[in-house]
């Protein structure tokens, strides 16, 4: 993805985050056509082939308090772990030095949620454009309640409806080489959503 405001690592710590009422569920991401998998999402393919393969179980899982951690525990890890830094290049890979742009912090993310056990076809790369005008990239977790979203950009794990974002695309949760157009973006098109966190670890 291009550069720019998808380096800021909690970019969007500033906005106040509204609590998330548990009794609420929360909304999966509607989605229509199969979309061009992203460029950067070939290439990297072509270097990790086994991470691309396979057939996964769709649907989400549920969202018990250990899946709740284990989601905060990874966003904080790796927020902590990679220092943000630009890439000319724009590929997509794993954070080799310790460093690298949303991208990679999506890549590993992902990656550290599986080798965790948390299910392939409920760890999903999507792509979106920030508030900005910037191409991004995040991991959707997909539960029973809702699409939460691991993002660099922001501290804790929140619903993906509340963020400012227009979302293109998102992989399938059938087969990880396939990508789905995303339909809606109800808080891009409302324009006033403040970010919700995700249910509390302790509930």
């Known amino acids: 993805m291009r550069s720019g405001l998808c380096l800021a690592a909690v970019a969007l710590s500033a906005i106040g985050f509204a609590v998330f009422d548990p009794a609420s569920a929360g909304t999966r991401m509607e989605t229509a056509a199969p979309a061009v998998p992203p460029a950067g999402f ?7 082939l086994p991470d691309c393969t396979g057939r996964t179980s769709g649907g989400g899982v549920e969202l018990t308090p250990e ?16 220092a943000p830094r630009e890439d000319p ?15 990679r912090y999506a890549l590993e993310k992902r990656r550290e949620l599986i080798e ?25 977790a997909r539960t029973d309640r809702g699409d939460l979203v691991l993002d660099n950009r922001v ?18 949760d059938r ?13 891009a098109a409302g324009g006033t959503s403040t970010p919700r966190r995700a249910p509390s670890a302790a509930r």
């Open 175 to 187: 087969s990880p080489v396939q990508w789905l157009s995303v339909v809606s973006s109800p808080a």
């Open 67 to 82: 899946r709740l951690r284990l989601l905060q525990s990874v966003q904080v890890q790796v927020n902590a772990a990679i």
């Open 42 to 48: 070939l290439g990297f393919c072509l270097k990790h």
């Open 116 to 140: 965790r056990g948390w299910p392939r076809g409920s760890a999903l790369l999507a792509t979106a454009i920030t508030e900005t005008g910037e191409d991004h990239l995040v991991v959707v």
């Open 89 to 103: 290049t724009h590929s997509w890979d794993y954070p080799t030095d310790g460093t690298g742009d949303c991208n």
């Open 155 to 172: 501290a804790p794990v929140v619903d993906w409806a509340e963020l400012p974002y227009r979302w293109i695309s998102i992989q399938s």
